[in-house]
């Protein structure tokens, strides 16, 4: 089922027509933010199914806009996927012990990055 509600938040220009694009053609809605603090204040305003989240950004990076996602009882339960250029063993180690859901390294490879969104919004839908 499409129609969810995705945000992305990545300060690139060129990463974020990217998913935009992928996400928009299979039928999601997307809302965008280039800085962490951004990212957090829309995730509490809107609520959405799914936050992708770059790491290195502007402001606060994605770890911590994580963090103040996870500190709020109203965004706690909103899965988020890390969307990262950083590919070391450590560095994916580092993202998926902060506590994101998932991981997905750029540039993307969109077959997989499409069903690891669908993946992800089905297992929060109890599908």
Do not use: C
Request: net charge negative; hydrophobic share 45%; proline share 3%.
């Amino acid at each position: 089922m499409a129609n969810e509600l995705i945000l992305i938040v990545e300060d690139n220009d060129k990463n974020l027509k990217l998913v935009r694009d992928v996400l928009q053609h299979r039928g999601y809605q997307t809302i965008e933010a280039g800085t962490g603090e951004d990212g957090v204040r829309l995730a509490k305003e809107r609520h959405p199914d799914l936050v992708l989240m770059d790491i290195l950004l502007p402001g606060i990076d994605g770890i911590a806009a994580l963090g103040q996602l996870r500190a709020d009882a109203a965004t706690r339960a909103i899965p988020v996927i890390a969307v990262t250029a950083s590919v070391m063993t450590h560095d994916r180690k580092k993202v998926m012990d902060a506590g994101f859901d998932g991981y997905q390294s750029k540039p993307i490879k969109v077959k997989e990055f499409i069903e690891a969104v669908r993946e992800m919004l089905d297992r929060r839908a109890g599908a």
